[in-house]
């Protein structure tokens, strides 16, 4: 009789040995210190590069309106003003040599056409080679102007009341939402979570089965009354311990160093994990039945792991690819989790909201763990 | 009552169009040692893979421990303990969790397991290492350690794929013993090898020879079946001159060959005559020898000899 029990003690003892090992082999160590470092490493970056970019003013104007913007730019603590200048000949070798990564032209009818009520023009010059920080310091630089522009349309219609009377007045409130202070680390570090998951869950798991495959361990538990269900239920469950107790780690680090805010649910957020590990366990196992040796199935790891890294939104931004890559992009597990992740830790969204990306993760997994235990099945049958 | 623990009827697998084993039978009766004896590549391991349930047969069928390994091989799985080629045991783990570990995987529950791993220490004589951790232990070791394995759910019978490869002489010989015990209390051991001399230690063998069973039997048997003649031996420090000698005598109609500082010929003559025309030809040619004797035909002979005779057919 197939009790519930006869199916649990060997699934048990699997268990065991396999903690025994990651225990041993400080296999541990990788699992819980590696995801860590990563969330710290990539929330540094992240946020360093988008504080004191070096920064050039071309003043041409040399106005009081002009010098009034250009105040504002020096006492912004993202952009670091070397150089200032009147000449505009000097921009191109200023960019050029990397003295500096943005340039504010201000052209010499600046504050005449202000004056005369016509639009003034500004020229952002971005370096381009780094697209990414480039439009965030682009970006930046809009809200200071954005700033100004809207303080001379204030004096101008406070100067005219007296003649028109009180005019209803729209004011313009800076305000970025769900991520205020535009840090991109508030952005980075929740999906940091969905890479080291990747590498956790489908890095380890492919490696670890195919490194029992070499040994002749799994032969050896094919001969036994074992079932290739049992098998993967014991592999299967450590890895999904670890995944969801490495989530509870970067969340808790990265909010006590970078203040990464997490105002949605967390056990929302362990729920919906739980089925991006169950994609990547079952990717995972589906490279080990493919693969004959550790080296293998480490390269097949990372040839998954490429496009769930590139065409998820983890680093850049999906609306700014090719048509083509975007749709694409729908074949990549990690960039519903990426909405989920994001969603949750900066958003507080919550199930009903995330729900055509929990739904398509579900149906991923369903998926790719069906056909894993088959694959499974046949090799170790 | 004899009672039939293995029961092969012509067993075939195919890899493509290759044919690894062909149409073998066999019995193994209960209790006994079995040994299967062939070169790289005879079909040993596809044979035992096959018994064990890791490869479908793709013709014929065996019984093993009553229950067909096609029709029932849930049941078979239950009653066989199988320690492969590579002893398959997890380097981390010590010699009590491995034990711990394929004990559990057969469903013996913790209290069973707790009384059994210094029961099955004992029989492979491990006591005192259990907490050893098994990748820091020789090779003999490692050996007795999947032994223990293989046999802590107690099987009927135990498959052993080359259990002594790689392994020195004189943890050979205790190997041999702990099987010994294990058979006498009951257990069928099947059994392969390609170290001729551990053959000895068999009840019976089979000779595997690119995929087929050329000769099977207890050994006096064998030894019978492939020398009805006798053969002579002499020490020389001159072999290849005196394999040259032996070879001109057309008379002896039959094989001469050199082991290390010893020659073996086999003639279909009756004894004394072959002695003395092999003294005759030896001093002709210049040999110099010693210790000239009628011998047993070492393993190594019959399975020369058979595979010979299998061939020319
Ligand atoms: N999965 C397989 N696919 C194709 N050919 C195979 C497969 N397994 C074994 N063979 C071939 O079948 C033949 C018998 O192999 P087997 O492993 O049974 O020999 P063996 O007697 O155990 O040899 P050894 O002493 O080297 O262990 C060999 O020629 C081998 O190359
Ligand atoms: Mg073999």
Known sequence: ?381 | MREISVKAEKLQKKFGDFTAVDSVSFEVEKGEIYGFLGANGAGKTTTIRMLCGLLQPTSGDAMVAGFSIKKDPDEVKKRLGYMSQKFSLYPLLTVRENIEFYAGIYGLTDAVIKARIPEVCTQVELEKLEDKITGDMPGGLKQRVALACAIAHKPAIVFLDEPTAGVDPILRRRFWEIIGALSDNGTTVFVTTHYMDEVEHCNRISLMHSGRIIKEGTIPEIKKAAFEKPILEIQTDTPVKAYDALNKVKEFNGDVSIHGALIHLITGMETAGAKALMEKALAAGGVEFTHPEEVEPTMDDVFVKLVKNYEAK
């Open chain 1, 1 to 381: 009789m197939g009790t519930l029990k006869e199916f649990l003690v060997p699934v048990g003892h699997m268990m065991k040995k396999e903690f025994i090992e990651m225990r041993r082999s400080k296999l541990v160590i990788m699992l819980i210190i590696a995801p860590i470092i990563q969330a710290i490493v990539f929330g540094y970056v992240a946020t360093t590069d988008i504080t004191h970019v070096p920064t050039m003013i071309c003043d041409e104007d040399s106005s009081s309106q002009s010098r009034a913007l250009s105040d504002k730019f020096l006492n912004s603590e993202y952009f670091d003003i070397v150089d200032l200048t009147r000449n505009p000949q000097t921009i191109q070798g200023e960019l050029g040599s990397n003295r500096a990564k943005v340039c504010i032209r201000i052209p010499n009818d600046f504050e005449k056409r202000i004056k005369r009520g016509e639009t003034a023009v500004v020229q952002i010059i971005g370096d381009g080679t780094d697209s990414n920080s480039a439009t965030q310091t682009m970006s930046r630089a809009q809200l200071i102007i954005m700033a100004f522009s809207n303080n001379i349309f204030a004096d101008k219609i406070t100067s005219m009341r007296s003649v028109v009377g009180t005019l209803p007045s729209v004011s313009m409130e800076e305000r970025v939402w769900y991520n205020p202070e535009l840090a991109s680390a508030n952005v980075m570090v929740p999906g940091v979570i969905g890479l080291i998951l990747t590498i956790v869950t489908l890095v380890i798991m492919s490696l670890s089965i195919v490194r029992e495959k070499e040994s002749g361990n799994i032969e050896q538990m094919v001969v036994t009354p074992i079932t290739p269900l049992q098998i993967i239920a014991g592999k299967v469950i450590p890895y999904i311990a670890i995944g969801l107790a490495d989530i509870v780690l970067v969340v808790v680090v990265c909010g006590l160093i970078f203040k990464t805010p997490f105002v949605g649910s967390f056990l929302l957020l362990m729920v919906l994990s739980f089925l991006m590990i169950m994609v990547n366990l079952g990717m995972g196992i589906l490279i080990s039945t493919v693969s004959a040796t550790q080296q293998q199935a480490m390269f097949s790891s990372i040839f998954i792991m490429m496009p769930n890294i590139l065409l998820s939104g983890f680093m850049f931004p999906i609306k700014n690819m090719p048509v083509v890559l975007q749709w694409l992009t729908y074949l990549i597990p990690m960039r519903y989790y990426m909405v989920i992740i994001r969603g949750i830790f900066l958003k507080g969204l919550g199930f009903m909201e995330l729900l055509p990306q929990s739904a398509a993760l579900f149906v991923y997994g369903v998926i790719v763990f069906t056909a894993a235990i088959r694959a499974f099945r046949k090799t170790a049958g």
